[in-house]
């Protein structure tokens, strides 16, 4: 166990997708105090697994419902936070949607609701959770971008500009808050193997196309990014900021 994150606070958007479920558990077996966030439908769904943690963590896993989308309800759950004196010392910006569809498909509704989730979303926890951090000690902040924040794929344009967006937002971030020691990085994974996405990822023909793409010719695990979002949050990344962490089997080296 890293003695480092005892009794430390984070905060984790999207905690209770596989990813987010995975992030949480690694921090609370540090001893680390998690405070997630998940939409109403997700904690309903996930009550047995908040249960699970708790028993297991002693009562360290601290799921909230807060539309990320909503700016009002951030500052609102902030608020709360603050009101109860806790300083926060990691942000893991994970939510985030994607659809599939042709660029001339897509509607209004649908750019809106990816760009609010992924983009609009993780500029706000991070506005209002830099100011719960500690500005002696510091904190990091850690955006889930993807590699499609870098290059293109073909029907995700919402998606590409959303996780483009993380990108420079992160670097944009690391510039204004490094005289606080508020550390801003972003990680880009590969095509992600879950539970979730592995009927779609197996599929022969689909297999072969993304596989070759990808030198060391294997999908990104969820452990993969866990460990990704450890380094960044630990004392080891201590003088980095500003970076975008491509955790992709060399796709991104091409």
Known sequence: MDKNFLNKNIIITGCLGELGRGISEDFLSMGAVVFGIDTEEAVKDKKEFIKEMNLKYN????????????????????????????????????????????????????????LDVNLKGTFFMSKEVVQLM?????????????????????????????????????????????????????????????????????KPGIYRKYIQDIPMKRYCLVDDIVNAVRFFAGNGSSMITGQALAVDGGYLAK
């Open 59 to 114: 009562d360290k896993y601290h799921v909230s419902v807060c539309d990320i989308t909503e700016v009002e309800a951030i500052r609102e759950y902030c608020r709360e936070l603050s009101e109860n004196k806790i300083d926060i010392d990691v942000l893991v910006n994970n939510a985030g949607i994607n659809m599939m569809a042709n660029a001339v498909d897509v509607t209004e509704e649908n750019w809106n609701d990816i």
């Open 134 to 202: 500690n500005k002696d000690s510091g904190g990091s902040i850690i955006n889930i971008s993807s590699q499609h924040g870098v290059v293109g794929n073909y029907k995700r344009a919402p998606y590409c500009a959303s996780k483009g967006g993380i990108v420079n937002l992160t670097k944009a971030l690391c510039l204004e808050w490094a005289e606080y020691n508020i550390r801003v990085n972003s990680i880009l994974p590969t095509f992600i193997l879950t539970s979730k996405s592995e009927q779609w990822l197996m």
